[in-house]
């Protein structure tokens, strides 16, 4: 039996991020990982779908993504080279809390502290058959290697949405059909709204409102407003979302219960919270970060709450927000938020202010021909007292809004308001100079 300080099951974002800080803080780590390292982001999600986003053609996307992703997966080769880390090739399962093998080798590992950080898998709609050789989810899509002439899309969130921008953009006839009333969900719906009418000018066909029932003879069926319709593909994508990938784990050996979302229910420090047979491990404790606890979905989650995982382990103190998480769709053009969108605002019942301000009026954006852009700030109201005009969020579509999303977070962190956001210096002529009209409003 081998022992070390932290045991880590999966080398996605999460996982091996994780094991190398908590390398260089000096405990000895062993990392299961039984396919490539870097997980479904690095290999077959978050790398290759901005590699097609940013490809000429469909040509190019397809020659140029496994080169860009082995060079990626070769870094993080590098980074679990590290003395301090032992990289087990297998899947690895519990045999019991404070136990972890390896499925094929039978190889045994005990730590005072586990995380499980396996990721997520496609969700797949409970359809009579999902047997229909068109039908694939995002991993097939990537795998193509003849462009298809009509592309038909399930599911009109960030999975949907940017594939629909890339195949349009490709040539491809795209058709997507969603159940809601409108993409995006966790996006602000006026920016939500105006990026899908920005992609339908483009030649994108949307089928809002629409339930799906079945896939078959490359088609697919669907109900609108008590009528059934179909489509005809080439190839069918289905980007329902994502679910906790667990199988295979023997959680039964650790006592682990799981939500009925399927997720792993872990605290606010990312420790499973299901008491453990035993009580718990004396001195240390068993995590799970990532897609996994279903808390927040993204790669740059996943990394952040592993650093948090490490730190709880070795007494160190963060200040990491979990609560101010910024996200992207590289649709073109690109969206972004961080904080609550203004239908969570009104829902919440949170007092708030909105200031817009749009590509079009921006001298850099005029320059670079992207003037199809809307941003939306969210603050306190200046009634609050000392707490008003606090930023409480930012919503935007239009080129690089990614990047003016991310200078709102690290505003949101600080705790700043909108008086001190007017007080900054934005080089001119910039995008970010939008966020600067929109808080002069």
């Known amino acids: 039996m081998n022992s070390c300080d932290l045991i880590i099951i999966g080398a996605g974002p999460g996982g091996y991020r994780t094991a190398e800080y908590a390398a260089k803080n000096g405990l000895k780590v062993v990392i299961f990982e039984g396919e490539h390292v870097g997980g479904t982001c690095l290999n077959v999600g978050c790398i290759p779908t901005k590699t097609y986003v940013h490809a000429a053609s469909f040509e190019e996307a397809v020659e140029r993504q496994p080169q860009v992703v082995e060079q990626l997966r070769s870094g993080v080769e590098t980074l679990l080279s590290h003395p301090n880390i032992t990289l087990v090739r297998e899947k690895g399962r519990f045999a019991d809390e404070h ?149 295979g784990l023997n959680l039964e050996a650790t006592g682990i219960t799981l939500a009925p979302n399927g997720c792993i229910p872990v605290d606010n420090d990312f420790r499973i919270s299901t008491p453990l047979p035993s009580g718990g491990v004396g001195g240390g404790s068993l995590f799970a970060i990532g897609d996994v606890n279903g808390r927040q979905m993204l790669a740059h989650a996943a990394e952040m709450q592993g650093i948090h995982v490490v730190n709880q382990i070795l007494g160190h103190q963060d200040n990491i927000r979990f609560g101010i998480m910024p996200a992207a769709i590289f649709t073109t053009p690109e969206a972004a938020c961080v904080g609550k969108s203004e239908d969570q605002l009104k829902t919440d019942g949170t007092p708030y202010e909105c200031r817009k301000a749009f590509w079009r009026a921006n001298g850099k954006a005029l320059a670079m021909n992207e003037t199809e852009g809307m941003l939306k700030l969210f603050s306190t109201p200046p009634s609050e007292g000392q707490g008003g005009g606090r930023i409480l969020g930012c919503h935007a579509y239009g080129a690089h809004s990614a990047d003016i999303v991310q200078e709102v977070s690290a505003l949101m962190c600080l705790g700043a308001t909108v008086e001190q956001l007017r007080d900054i210096v934005h080089i001119h002529p910039t995008l970010g100079e939008i966020l600067l009209t929109a808080a002069e409003q």
Request: aromatic content about 6%; overall charge neutral; hydrophobic content about 40%.
């Open 99 to 247: 136990t972890v093998e390896g499925c094929t080798s039978g190889d045994r590992f005990v730590a005072p502290n586990i995380i499980i950080a396996t990721g997520s898998q496609t969700k797949w709609l409970p359809l009579p058959d999902l047997t229909d050789p068109h039908l694939v989810d995002s991993t097939g899509l990537l795998q193509l290697k003849q462009q298809p002439k009509r592309l038909a899309i399930i599911g009109a969130g960030v999975i949907g949405m940017e594939f629909a921008s890339v195949f349009n953009r490709f040539g491809t006839e795209v058709t997507v059909i969603e159940y809601l009333k409108e993409c995006l969900p966790t996006l602000d719906s006026d920016i939500a709204k105006r990026l899908r009418k920005t992609m339908e000018k483009m030649g994108v066909t949307f089928n809002m409102q629409c339930a799906v029932k079945a896939v078959e003879g490359g088609a697919v069926v669907f109900e609108r407003k008590g009528k059934t319709e179909s489509i005809d593909a080439d190839v069918i994508l289905m980007a329902t979302g994502r679910k906790p990938h667990t199988e």
